[in-house]
């Protein structure tokens, strides 16, 4: 009886100081900019897309570690399976999907079904939405739910990257209950089937996620997902307020240290100071599926054009541009020089390629020369026919924007070109864009999906006023690019990519900048984290350490 009072005492004070210690565990986050509405068929931006991911759950997602990336089943018993030469998808669903409890289904637990996807899916198409997603399905015949579980898709002709498409934020599975329910309203209503659900929302200023705890069992490392309790993340677009947010541990980690604030950080050789070392701190560099470029706009009758006096120009450009100095000034050495348009990882990068383009102001002036730009009285250099020559470069109102203004301006006036800078909103540039009303701006393009498509089609003919800033239109580079598109991953594909390389090198629309290298930064309490190339958050795989944080 004795030994029994031992046990139950034993028990009773091994359940008390485990219950002392069951803090929430809770990861403090941040998003750059504000979100808009959290609906999968119309958000766009990053910072709604890293939101959706976790509310709402695609087909398929990314292996979390698997390098280089792999596609696994999320919702799905097992991989589709693929047949009729590659046009038709057959899927089936796991039985334990559920969407998170809602007053639009009535008290009952509302399972995921073919159907759900079907009407997701067929909700792209819906003309008052203008879904920016739309274009995942150009090539889509059919949709249909076989039964329940099984959704099967039909394709007009294959796409080896159609997989991607569909492990995207853009095609999780939404209830057709919950839109008819909130109508108009529904982006502010998120109700998925993710690993959270939102708790309080704040718009534009402060959201907290909870765990779903309703959530599919689903094991990382023999831990069941998602590790954490909550998830609070305040909107901060201030890049100061960012670093210093982290380095006073009010946020748990801190992707792509902005360039402005690197050597409040960083040593000049692009290490951690010493002195955040010792406070447990890490750095991890991580080479983003990003490349920089700066287009100039075919259309334009100054820089556009496919006469031989027009690539001239835009080749001198392209040799005048000082990517070293980029990369050690501007970047703090965080980059890798772009020598096609795919940064390394990506699937079609060819590392043996070589560029026929290199910083050559000598060989820019002579270029110049030839074709007829003279030097004025004033130093710079006119049109052929005598006419002025100004270029207009298009750049963002911040700090960054200015430094990178001042970089071409004293790249550009090295070889006898005279420009003039318009300061606008990122947003409002890309408008302007869409519709060629821009001579040149400096952009960049994160990839959708780890795949050479995604990045090629950016100066395919057809993709004009949308993707392709530039407006390129070259029969040689789509016919190229058309026979690339139907090939998976092959030494084919890559040949032809590196013949897609060369047009852009010989003509010019873009100049090649930089692939940057993300400085990431995370405190010492936080567990499990690895940045993903392709997904924006890794949230449910995070753990923290509640003894240690804050």
Not at 154 to 161: C, G, H, T, V
Not at 174 to 188: F, H, K
Not at 404 to 418: H, P, T, V
Not at 481 to 499: C, F, I, K, T, V
Request: proline share 7%; glycine share 6%; charged share 25%.
């Amino acid at each position: 009886m004795r030994l029994m009072r031992k046990i139950c005492a034993a028990m009773i004070v091994a359940l008390a100081h485990a219950g002392a210690h069951a803090e929430p565990k809770v990861l403090h986050a941040f998003l750059s900019t504000g979100e808009t509405a959290l609906d999968p068929a119309v958000a766009s931006d990053v910072a709604t897309l890293s939101l959706l991911e976790n509310l709402f759950d695609p087909l398929l997602r990314y292996d979390y570690t698997a390098r280089p990336v792999k596609l696994i089943p999320n919702t799905l018993a097992a991989m589709p399976e693929v047949t009729n030469g590659g046009k038709t998808y057959t899927f089936r669903l796991r039985q334990d999907v559920y969407f998170t409890s809602d007053a639009a289904f009535k008290a009952a637990k509302r399972q995921v079904t073919a159907s759900d996807y079907v009407y997701s899916f067929k909700r792209l198409y819906d003309p008052t939405l203008k879904s920016p997603w739309l274009y995942l399905f150009d090539g889509v015949a059919d949709i249909q739910a076989v039964d329940a579980q099984t959704l099967r898709i039909r394709l007009k002709a294959p796409d080896p990257n159609f997989l991607f498409y569909l492990a995207m934020p853009a095609t999780g599975v939404m209830a057709r209950e919950v839109v008819e329910t909130y109508g108009a309203q529904v982006g502010n209503h998120p109700v998925g089937t993710g690993p959270f659900k939102i708790g309080t929302w704040k718009h534009s200023d402060q959201i907290v996620l909870l765990a779903n705890r309703d959530f599919r069992p689903t094991e990382f490392e023999g831990k069941r997902l998602p590790l954490l309790d909550r998830i609070d993340i305040k909107i901060v677009e201030e890049y100061q307020s960012r670093v210093l947010g982290f380095l006073n541990g009010e946020f748990d980690f801190l992707e792509q240290l902005p360039e402005s604030m690197k050597e409040m950080v960083l040593t000049d050789d692009a290490k951690l100071k010493p002195e955040l070392a010792r406070k447990g701190i890490i750095l991890a560099p991580f080479p983003v599926l990003q490349t920089y470029y700066m287009w100039m706009n075919m259309d334009d009758p100054v820089i556009g054009g496919y006469s031989k006096e027009k690539v001239a120009l835009r080749r001198a450009i392209a040799l005048g541009y000082n990517r070293d100095e980029d990369i050690s000034t501007m970047k703090k050495g965080l980059a890798l020089p772009a020598i096609t348009p795919l940064p390394p990882n990506v699937l079609g990068n060819d590392p043996q390629y070589r560029s026929p383009v290199a910083y050559d102001p000598a060989l820019a002036n002579a270029l110049l020369d030839r074709y007829g730009y003279r030097k004025s009285s004033a130093g710079f250099r006119t049109q052929p026919d005598g006419k002025p020559l100004t270029l207009v470069m298009h750049s963002e109102s911040s700090t960054v924007g200015r430094l990178r203004d001042e970089l071409w301006r004293k790249n550009l006036n090295a070889i006898g070109l005279k420009v003039v800078f318009k300061s606008d909103k990122k947003t409002e540039i890309i408008k302007a864009s869409r519709l060629g009303s821009v001579m040149m701006f400096e952009t960049n393009w994160v990839a959708d999906f780890p795949d050479g498509d995604n990045f090629y089609q950016l100066l395919y003919g057809p993709n004009a006023g949308r993707a392709n800033y530039a407006r390129f239109n070259l029969p040689a580079y789509n016919q190229r690019y058309e026979q690339a598109r139907l090939m998976g991953e092959s030494p084919q594909r890559m040949a032809l990519y590196d013949e897609l390389a060369n047009i852009i090198h010989a003509y010019t629309p873009w100049v090649l900048l930089t692939h940057p290298i993300s400085a990431d930064l995370q405190q010492p309490w936080l567990k499990n984290y690895r940045r993903h190339p392709v997904e924006f958050t890794n949230w449910r795989y995070l753990d923290v350490d509640a003894h240690t944080a804050h």
